[in-house]
């Protein structure tokens, strides 16, 4: 997989078009990826910011750090897992179909430059394998950043 992300990545020549190439990619590879997107930080005022995506549109374009499992792996600087979001308080909801949700920050330099986030319409579907494959994808981006 990370072979194939490497790939996607040199044929693109703009930040965005990486981003979005590499979401297609998970979700051509991956169906129960159902949503995956990825969001930037607005330093200024410590939100992140909706970038490239596939799937259903959402209403949460711009997150303020702490808010929604987005927010909460911003300010904690570390992966979430919620294997089942109607037990997660903290919780935006982009569509009643989705069941799970994983979001992996993109680091530089030590600090949160973005991050990778994922729904699924399944409960239960994340592995430590997909968890240690997506931060290895998001080490590979932080060189783009
Ligand atoms: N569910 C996220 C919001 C973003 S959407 O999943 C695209 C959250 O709780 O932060």
């Excluded at 991956?30 to 990825?38: E, I, K, L, Q, T």
Aim: aromatic share 8%.
């Amino acid at each position: 997989m990370l072979s194939e992300v490497r790939e996607v990545l040199v044929q693109q020549e703009s930040t965005d078009s990486r981003l979005l190439a590499v979401c297609e990619l998970l979700q051509k590879t991956f169906p129960h990826y159902a949503w995956v997107g990825f969001y930037l930080i607005d330093k200024s005022v410590n939100e992140l910011v909706l970038g490239p995506f596939v799937g259903e549109p959402t209403e949460h374009t711009r997150i303020q750090f702490g808010r929604g499992i987005c927010g909460q792996a911003a300010e904690r600087k570390e992966t979430f897992v919620v294997q089942d979001v109607s037990k997660e308080y903290n919780y935006l909801s982009c569509s009643p179909k989705v069941k799970s949700e994983i979001v992996v920050p993109i680091f530089k330099d030590g600090e949160v430059v973005g991050e990778l986030d994922i729904d699924s319409h399944r409960l239960s579907p994340f592995t430590a394998d997909d968890k240690k494959m997506l931060e290895d994808i998001c080490k590979i981006l932080s060189a783009h950043f």
